[in-house]
């Protein structure tokens, strides 16, 4: 059963990025505005994801609370933000993928819940601050 899971559970990054490409093109056919705000969107939360799992391995910051910083987390919750804020109808599948993702990693030992909340935490902010920024100095994601 575990291994069954760890497969099933290697399997949702590639389907979340394949999701978030798909939105992408759909969206670059619609609106080029709009694909640039989306895609400086993902560039930002990107650099957030690797930015903290870059200064996590040099400052210790998660382990010196007794808890590890899920780059996993983190990047399949960034795209999950990315993909909705193209598509927000898939918002009840998003939540069930992340929800069920999440369950697998807390499942199968490779994180805790609070490693996970933790890191979501830190990279819900990073996203809202990004938003925040847009509506006060206009930027391109919309």
């Not at 819940?113 to 830190?122: E, R």
Request: aromatic share 22%; proline share 1%; glycine share 2%.
């Amino acid at each position: 059963m575990s291994r069954l899971l760890a497969i099933l559970a290697d399997a949702y990054m590639p389907a979340i990025a394949l999701l978030l490409a798909y939105c992408l093109y759909l969206t670059y056919k619609e609106s080029k505005r709009f694909f640039k705000g989306q895609l400086f969107l993902l560039t930002i939360l990107l650099f957030v994801v690797y930015g903290f799992m870059f200064l996590d391995n040099i400052y210790k910051v998660w382990p010196k609370m007794g808890l590890d910083y899920s780059t996993h987390s983190a990047l399949f919750f960034a795209l999950s933000l990315c993909v909705y804020r193209i598509k927000s109808t898939f918002k009840y599948i998003l939540g069930a993928l992340l929800f069920s993702y999440f369950w697998m990693l807390i499942y199968l030992e490779y994180h805790t819940f609070l490693d996970i909340l933790s890191t979501i935490s830190v990279i819900l902010l990073c996203y809202v601050f990004v938003v925040v920024l847009k509506k006060k100095y206009f930027l391109l994601v919309n």
